[in-house]
């Protein structure tokens, strides 16, 4: 049931926009619930998890490649599942307040819903390949978000980019998992997880490493492929709570957690998760620090919160998993809620410059406890259920000593700038004085409030009551990434320990820089770094490749039809003699039985194709190629083909009215290219002939099947009731040849036709 | 370049050829013919008449776009290979009947006569189509 949720998502999806259509009113209603009804599926189902009763089940989509739409749900899916369906729920009520009189609210709602199956269907994937169409599904669906609002140049590139970025990493993961069915002979995932000792000790194994994390790096928005996310949030606000905050920016951490236990343990996973997700979660803190926008500034710790749970699953000690896990909630309850908030700030004054706001509390009181709950959560107070993830996050099960300093100094500067964050998002706009003017007239209506305030609570209430989340969320999920199994003790004081000190520091650390942050000295300071650099990179390449894709077209079709010509002659002759002379060269018994007649036939013909040449008379040249022509039709008449000569025949003729017809029209008949190309055309020539000729020579000398020629004479008259063998084959044996041959000869009429009637039309408009 | 001589000859020429080519059209599966050859004598014959007379003219004549004779031929060859899908044979099985006419004798009728037809008018169109626009330029 659970897994068919998945698939009636997918159904009914297409159909919202016309129930929009029909009752914009209802459907603000009825949408919400199906997120609901999701979520309330995957709450039924925490306990058949945490009793260790996985959900498997199949259904075969292409057997001949091994790939089933297989899904199997355990505590790593269920977690996931239960953020997806959960924001998505209040996100959802948050699309039809905020999205209310949007005219293609129907098409969102469904751009929404497929994205939202998609990327359940990432998380109770067991096929490789189900997993990648599904993963490839949410890029698709970021792309059509993204870019919602179309209209805007802005966002078309912001959607391109993600899409081109997310693309190539999903290419590259989609190799790696090709290259990885190939190792285990499978392509279920759960089947992988058996063998990842065959996986790890395989000569193919840095590659698969390396690819595999190119996906989940693009994808979580990883430093250098970071700079697509703060782009995306030219996005409608619900999407980039939805999408590039809460869920979709998490299917690469998704696939780092599965692959875990398949994976994980070498130095290579380890270093690389580190390094990149240390750099990434700094950085992105950093580059945090000077927006001003609001969406940007979330939108950058965003990208450091994607660092340290790629950092702390590189990590791999128990607890760094379960701070990862832990931390993957808290994540998605606090950003979905703070970004809420601020597309309801957006929403009510116009603007999302933090400068700008101040003093909201009074008109947005609801919003103002929303955002309160998530920046505290955010800023890892205590008791909310950030506290416990920090907590978690710095005691990283290892000994601070040597590069683990490293670690903790990274996650510490990060979390003191994401509390300057939390400042400036969750308290700054609406504590200090209020604004004179009266921007804000109209109440907040429920369903926007709802969401911040919602997530808030739930932040609060797990870390109140931490252990049915425990017990029933963070543990299942951390036993199946580090397929063993584990308690997580959590307490909200365990003494004045280090871990303590440190976050205390962090607090104090976080609120210096919130002070320093009023004067706004450093942010000049930013601008002048202008760390875009791989945005840039990136930019520079796209354009590039298209540079390079116009030089080439413009030399291989530079509109003349004579380099047309030689460049397919040439690569055809090449590769042709190529291989016929890789071969050993047959040379046939050339003259042995031929009669008089043949040879006299064959002397007039190559006379005249030397004349046709050679003569000065345009006419002369037509009748010399015409008598090659007939000289052709009589070879086939010598050698018994009558159906092949009075086709020559006809061929012929119809080349001669046609070329009566545009006779007029030709230029003066005499030489205009100099001769240094009249050299090569000769030379073309000979060698297109000598290949032509070897390769019917060879045809004849090479016999690799019996010929079926005879099954054809048996049977023409038997089965296809013809005595004239040659039609039965074309009419019959071999219909659906003449069939594509047929298509061909249309195909090349409305050529023809558009060819010449739009010359025409051109010669006339320049006259 | 109107020509008496061509101009009569034509008149006369045309039903003639036309009337060939459906004489090799019909004995191609037993004897050299068949729809290629049949939809060459016939544009030979239909563009004799256009040299003649003039593209107009011959337009009145034919009163259809060389390009939607193309199309119909294709939809011919269509239905011909389609035809036995219907009894859930491959598609372009080879489909006769085989009935015995008063002054013809017993005579085979096939999918691959309809198949042979639809060439016939394929080439005719795509000919004609390339033809006329040639020299309508």
Redesign the interface.
């Known amino acids: 049931m659970i897994i068919n949720s998945v698939f009636i998502l997918f159904i009914i999806a297409p159909l919202i926009p016309g129930l929009v259509r029909i009752n914009r009113r209802m459907s603000r209603w009825v949408v919400p619930l199906l997120p609901l009804s999701v979520f309330l599926l995957f709450i039924f189902h925490l306990a058949d998890i945490q009793q260790g009763k996985p959900g498997f089940q199949t259904i075969n989509w292409i057997p001949s490649l091994g790939i089933q739409l297989s899904f199997y749900i355990d505590g790593l899916g269920l977690l996931f599942a239960l953020i997806i369906s959960g924001v998505g729920f209040l996100v959802f009520v948050y699309s039809s307040g905020y999205m209310k009189d949007h005219p293609y609210l129907g098409r969102f709602y469904f751009y929404m819903l497929g994205f939202m199956a998609s990327m359940l269907g990432i998380v109770l994937s067991d096929n490789l390949f189900g997993l990648f169409v599904f993963w490839e599904l949410t890029s698709i669906s970021s792309y059509l978000l993204i870019g919602f609002e179309h209209e805007q140049e802005k966002s078309r590139w912001a959607a391109l980019q993600a899409l081109l970025i997310t693309g190539i990493g999903g290419l590259a993961m989609m190799a790696g998992f090709i290259l990885l069915s190939q190792i285990t002979g499978t392509t279920g995932i759960q089947a992988i997880t058996e063998q990842s000792e065959l996986v790890r000790n395989h000569s193919a194994y840095i590659p698969v490493l390396l690819l595999i994390l190119l996906g989940a790096f693009t994808k979580s928005a990883q430093v250098p492929f970071h700079f697509w996310l703060p782009g995306a949030m030219v996005a409608p606000t619900p999407v980039s709570t939805f999408l590039h905050s809460a869920t979709m920016v998490k299917a690469g951490i998704y696939l780092l957690a599965r692959f875990s236990p398949v994976m994980d343990g070498t130095g290579l996973w380890h270093g690389i998760l580190v390094i990149v997700g240390g750099i990434t979660t700094v950085s992105g803190a950093v580059l945090a620090w000077p927006q001003r926008d609001l969406k940007r500034l979330l939108a950058y710790s965003t990208v450091s919160a994607l660092g340290a749970l790629t950092m702390l699953l590189g990590l791999g000690t128990p607890t760094a998993v379960k701070a990862a896990a832990l931390y993957l909630l808290i994540h998605a309850l606090y950003k979905s809620g703070l970004f809420m908030s601020a597309g309801i700030l957006d929403h009510k004054t116009g603007t999302r410059n933090i400068t700008q706001l101040r003093g909201l509390r009074k008109r947005l009181p609801f919003t103002t406890i929303g955002a309160g709950l998530a920046a505290l959560s955010m800023a890892g107070v205590p008791p909310f259920l950030g506290y416990y993830g920090k907590e978690l996050m710095y005691d990283t099960g290892m000994v601070w000593r040597g590069w683990v300093w490293a670690v903790i100094i990274a996650l510490v500067v990060a979390n003191a700038i994401n509390i300057v964050v939390a400042i400036l998002c969750g308290f700054k706009p609406f504590w200090g004085r209020s604004p004179k003017d009266k921007q804000i007239t109209h109440r907040t209506p429920v369903s926007m409030w709802f969401g911040p305030v919602a997530a808030g609570i739930v932040g609060l209430w797990m870390g109140l009551a931490p252990i049915p989340g425990i017990k029933f969320i963070f543990e299942p999920a951390v036993n199946i990434i580090k397929s063993m199994k584990s308690e997580i003790a959590l307490e909200l004081f365990h003494g004045f320990t280090p871990i303590l000190q440190l976050s205390l520091f962090t607090l104090a650390l976080g609120g210096f820089l919130a002070i320093l942050t009023r004067y706004r000295n450093h942010v000049t300071f930013f601008n002048k770094l202008k760390m875009t650099f791989p945005s840039f990179v990136f930019k520079k390449t796209l354009f590039g490749l298209i540079d390079v894709a116009n030089v080439i077209t413009k030399h291989i079709q530079n509109g003349l039809l004579r380099s047309y010509v030689h460049i397919i002659f040439l690569a055809a002759f090449v590769l042709i003699g190529f291989r016929l002379f890789s071969f050993e060269i047959y040379v046939p018994k050339l003259f042995h039985d031929v009669r008089l007649h043949e040879w006299a036939l064959a002397v007039l013909m190559v006379v005249a194709a030397v004349a046709s040449v050679l003569t000065r008379y345009r006419l002369a040249a037509v009748f010399f190629l015409g008598v090659v022509g007939y000289g052709v039709a009589l070879v086939y008449i010598f050698f018994g083909a009558p159906d092949l000569a009075i086709t020559q025949v006809l061929v012929e003729t119809l080349i001669i009215i046609l070329f009566s017809l545009i006779i007029y029209h030709l230029p003066r008949f005499q030489t205009f290219s100099p001769p240094h190309s009249r050299w090569r055309d000769f030379a073309l020539a000979l060698v297109g002939g000598g290949v032509m000729t070897m390769l019917i020579l060879k045809a004849l000398a090479l016999q690799f099947h019996p010929s079926i020629s005879d099954y054809f004479i048996q049977n023409s008259l038997k089965r296809g009731h013809g005595r004239n063998v040659v039609n039965v084959i074309l009419t019959n044996f071999r219909a659906l040849n003449t069939f594509g041959e047929v298509i061909v000869l249309s195909v090349a009429a409305i050529g023809v036709f558009a060819l010449l009637k739009y010359t025409i039309k051109d010669r006339r408009t320049d006259v | 370049m109107k020509s008496t001589i061509l101009h009569i000859a034509s008149h006369h020429l045309m039903p003639l050829l036309l009337a060939v080519s459906l004489f090799y059209l019909f004995r191609?599966?037993?004897?050299?013919?068949?729809?290629?050859?049949s939809g060459?004598?016939g544009?030979?014959g239909l563009?004799?008449y256009s040299?003649a007379h003039g593209i107009d003219d011959f337009f009145k004549l034919l009163r259809i776009d060389?390009?939607s004779l193309?199309?119909l031929?294709?939809l011919i060859?269509?239905a011909?290979?389609l035809l036995p899908v219907l009894t859930g044979e491959p598609?372009?099985t080879?489909k006769?009947l085989s009935p015995s006419l008063p002054v013809l004798g017993k005579v085979?009728i096939?999918t691959?006569?309809l198949?042979?037809i639809?060439?016939y008018i394929?080439?005719i169109?795509?000919?004609l189509?390339?033809?006329l626009?040639?020299?309508?330029?």
């Open positions: 191609g599966h037993n004897y050299p013919g068949g729809g290629f050859i060459l004598i544009t030979a563009v004799f040299l060389p390009l193309t199309g031929g294709l060859i269509l011909a290979g598609f372009m080879g006769w085979h096939g691959p006569l198949f042979d639809g060439v394929t080439v169109g795509v000919n189509k390339i033809i626009t040639l020299s309508e330029e």
